[in-house]
């Protein structure tokens, strides 16, 4: 017993070393838990009781206070300066950035008809434009409210992936630009993949420079260091810019809220709900997951004011940042209880009776969510959580629809409907193109 106690600990130790050299293309600071911190030194145990491999938290800690294991770049005077002194090539006839106040309707018209030609912003204003978004940013909470008056509207957005052919068809054509009439909510994932995430990524700031308060963001999976690294954004900066600057997007990222309560009714994160209350994570689970619904657990429900005081401002990882893997990372499930996640490791999903749970305890009616491909561009995936994708034949195979979802108050109520719409032509750069390895890939 003790022989196959230490086989199981020593495949689950090379499973995540390889999971780590993956993740690892480059000499970037460990920013995710699959990490040193999760791997043993030689002739260490991962032992964590009952002669059982895996990792084993009790804490039900948010983060509040929790510094970040991130080595983080030096935002201030100087990079704005660094910036202020970057030419603007003298062939440019794009719009000029000069400050927030000079973002309006023409500037982001030009410049969604500007990336149609697949010309670039200036590197000055690339710096300058994230730099003022980075200071709004700052000013937001990790749970953000927002008002949906009656007779009002908000849409919400889904995945975009960098995709920006269907992204702008999505502005000009389904939910119109943002505005105080038109508010809009972007739930992650703008980035990765899709070989025009620069563009993408400019645009959304763009709009959150002309209206900070009618356009909004969730952070999602795909803003954070350990999947810029590994599907493509990162090489994209580095391609079209330079690697200082992906460093002040990751900034950007760090700041984004987690969640947003729409009128004090609906729950909205890219992905998920708290996780269980004690953060287990042993070898059997994935093998047995009924069995370990019934010991992953949470008794004591998570409050939006606790959501509200998390520390969002970190690379997520489940040991010191429990809440914000869970809304980055998880998935909802159709059977009860948590699961083990098949994505990576110490991600969990959640079934009907946790999502109620959650939504009873909250006082709220219906969660939004996005993080997973659908082939209608939306579903109702378990009871009063819906999934929407805005990301249309995704990686140009998958074959699904897109959707948003339009939010209208009537009478009081949130009532949704799904606007779906379909993949446009773009130019022939293959999906994924800047991923290490990949056509557009520096080398």
């Given at each position: 017993m003790a022989g196959r106690s230490r086989a199981r600990a020593e495949a689950l130790r090379l499973s995540i070393l390889s999971l780590v050299l993956v993740l690892s293309s480059r000499a970037w600071p460990w920013p995710a838990w699959v990490g040193p911190p999760l791997i043993p030194l030689a002739g260490q145990s991962l032992t964590s009781g009952h002669g059982s491999t895996g990792y084993r938290s009790t804490s039900r800690s948010t983060g509040a206070g929790v510094k970040p294991r991130v080595l983080r770049m030096a935002i201030g005077a100087d990079l704005r300066a660094y910036a202020q002194s970057l030419p603007v090539p003298p062939d440019y006839t794009g719009p000029p950035y000069n400050g927030p106040s000079s973002v309006n309707d023409a500037f982001v018209d030009h410049l969604l008809n500007m990336y149609k030609t697949q010309a670039k912003l200036?590197?000055?204003?690339?710096?300058?434009?994230?730099?003022?978004?980075?200071?709004?940013l700052k000013q937001e909470k990790s749970l953000q409210r927002v008002a949906v008056p009656p007779g009002s509207k908000i849409t919400v957005v889904g995945d975009i992936h960098g995709q920006y052919f269907d992204f702008v068809h999505m502005i000009e054509q389904v939910t119109g630009k943002p505005s105080p009439q038109n508010p809009i909510l972007f739930n992650g994932d703008f980035v990765d993949r899709g070989p025009w995430s620069v563009e993408v990524?400019?645009?959304?700031?763009?709009?959150?420079?002309?209206?900070?308060?009618?356009?909004?963001?969730?952070?999602?999976?795909?803003?954070?260091?350990?999947?810029?690294?590994?599907y493509g954004f990162a090489n994209e900066v580095k391609v079209k810019y330079e690697d200082k600057l992906m460093e002040l997007f990751s900034e950007t990222f760090r700041y984004l809220p987690l969640a947003t309560v729409l009128e004090n009714q609906v729950f909205v994160s890219h992905a998920g709900v708290p996780g269980p209350q004690e953060r287990l994570w042993e070898d059997w689970m994935q093998k047995a997951p009924d069995e370990a619904a019934g010991v992953l657990r949470r008794d004591?429900?998570?409050?939006?004011?606790?959501?509200?005081?998390?520390?969002?401002?970190?690379?997520?990882?489940?040991?010191?940042?429990?809440?914000?893997?869970?809304?980055?990372?998880?998935?909802?499930?159709?059977?009860?209880?948590?699961?083990?996640?098949?994505?990576?490791?110490?991600v969990y999903t959640f079934g009907p009776d946790v999502a109620q749970r959650f939504l009873q305890a909250n006082n709220l009616k219906y969660m939004l969510r996005s993080h997973e491909t659908k082939s209608a561009g939306f579903q109702e995936t378990i009871p009063n959580v819906i999934t929407v994708f805005s990301a249309p034949n995704y990686i140009d195979r998958a074959g699904n629809l897109a959707a948003v979802a339009v939010l209208t108050n009537q009478g009081g109520n949130l009532d949704k409907q799904f606007v779906q719409f379909q993949h446009q032509p773009h130019p022939d750069i293959e999906s994924g193109a800047y991923m290490k390895g990949k056509s557009l890939a520096p080398s």
């Open positions: 200036p590197m000055k204003y690339s710096y300058l434009m994230a730099l003022d978004v980075l200071d709004i990524l400019l645009c959304l700031y763009a709009f959150k420079l002309q209206y900070p308060t009618a356009v909004h963001f969730n952070r999602g999976n795909h803003e954070s260091e350990m999947t810029n690294y590994q004591q429900q998570v409050t939006l004011a606790e959501i509200e005081a998390t520390n969002r401002v970190c690379e997520p990882n489940p040991m010191d940042f429990p809440l914000v893997i869970d809304f980055l990372w998880s998935d909802p499930k159709g059977a009860n209880g948590y699961g083990p996640s098949t994505r990576v490791p110490m």
